[in-house]
């Protein structure tokens, strides 16, 4: 019996020990895809991949990041070039973030959108994102003076702003809604260079449309439920203001037709800290200025909003769901206007509805 049982424990450790050693074996001899950018240049695609390769580690526990540049007639060309260039075969399952170039975006990013979503390794949650000039800059940059990471990257554009392969596809093949994708910049830093979240690319179909930064971008983000892409500065008075940070936001779309007309009504639950004051603003916090506060903060939410949804609704764009969400709702009065939903959406009315809790966390003089 405790042969066998020996036998049985020998046998294991050995099934396990080949098993790892032919899995360290195979690693080696792959290229594990973190990130890729898309750019169009000369009638051809110009793809740039980072990768992870484990045959040239940089240290004894550190793979060696690679960057790699390939170009084709269409992006799967491009990328069966991978193997050519360094006898390595590439994995898609690790990808962490998919860039297009602004060429790219002009011209309709359709005709590969597929590869990402078919391709049996190609994960659909891939952050997707779009820059100004050419995706390949992105990798060049060197935050700190160290090469960025396809990570660092990922790591910028928020989950709940669903700019991922999946949402992108979907709003694509939808004759409903429209796609929209993270805008992602350069900065330059003291030393090297770094990225960063600029704002909102807006698509019509697969081709871009509009960019949307600044005070847009922050009603667009509020709008998708992000709270952290900046904070916000309301007056209490003519002369003296108050720079609140938007902790959560929770908007919720309930949809109607008034006379024939789609009406929405959009609830935006807030809560925001107050953790800075004017250096003339010698009060303290007390009921009357915290709903104050609460108050002023609401129309700038409004305004923010109101501002982002009236300029996608004149371009005929719908980023915000309304369609699906009116469809959803009023099945039966949706298939009058169906077919014609685009040029109806401008014809929408809305109405946004604040809920603001606000804390008070301090009293830093600015």
């Known amino acids: 019996m405790k042969i066998k049982k020996l036998l049985l424990i020998f046998l294991t450790f050995a099934i396990l020990t080949l098993t790892a050693c032919s899995e360290q074996h ?3 001899q792959k290229l594990i895809v973190q990130g890729i950018a898309i750019d169009y240049s000369d009638k051809s695609y110009v793809v740039t991949v980072q990768a992870l390769d484990f045959q040239n580690p940089a240290g004894e526990e550190e793979p060696n990041i690679k960057t790699i540049k390939m170009e084709g007639n269409s992006l799967v ?3 069966e070039d991978i193997s050519k260039q360094t006898d390595l075969q590439p994995v898609y399952s690790q990808n962490l973030v998919v860039i297009i170039g602004e060429k790219v975006a002009e011209m309709g990013i359709d005709n590969f959108m597929d590869f990402f979503v078919r391709h049996y390794e190609t994960r659909p949650k891939v952050k997707i994102g779009i820059t100004k000039g050419n995706a390949s800059e992105i ?3 060197k935050p700190g003076g160290k090469p960025i990471k396809s990570k660092n990257i990922h790591d910028l554009i928020p989950e709940n702003l669903n700019s991922d392969i999946l949402h992108f596809v979907s709003n694509l093949k939808s004759n409903i809604s429209d796609s929209y994708a993270a805008w992602l910049d350069i900065m330059p830093q003291s030393e090297g260079t770094d990225v960063y979240l600029k704002g909102i690319v807006v698509f019509e179909k697969d081709i871009l449309k509009e960019y949307l930064d600044g005070d847009k971008a922050m009603g667009f983000m509020l709008l998708k439920g992000v709270p952290d892409f900046g904070a916000c500065s309301v007056p209490i008075s003519s002369s003296q203001e108050v720079t609140c940070s938007i902790n959560e936001i929770f908007p919720k779309i309930r949809a109607s037709f008034d006379e024939n007309v789609p009406k929405f009504d959009i609830d935006m639950k807030a809560s925001i800290s107050v953790f800075a004051l004017d250096k003339k603003f010698d009060a303290y916090f007390d009921e009357s200025i915290k709903s104050l506060i609460q108050k002023n903060f609401a129309e700038k939410l409004i305004k923010l909003c ?3 949804i009236n300029k996608c609704i004149s371009m005929h764009v719908d ?4 369609g699906r ?4 709702s009023c099945p039966k009065e949706f298939k009058n206007v169906e077919s014609m939903w685009k040029e109806q959406i401008g014809k929408s009315s809305y109405n946004i509805i604040p809920d603001i809790n606000v804390t008070i ?3 830093e003089i600015l």
């Open 26 to 28: 195979q690693i080696h």
């Open 77 to 79: 060309q491009a990328l």
């Open 139 to 141: 990798f060049k940059c």
């Open 306 to 308: 109101a501002d982002v």
């Open 319 to 322: 980023v915000f769901d309304w």
């Open 325 to 328: 969400v009116l469809k959803n």
């Open 361 to 363: 966390t301090g009293k």
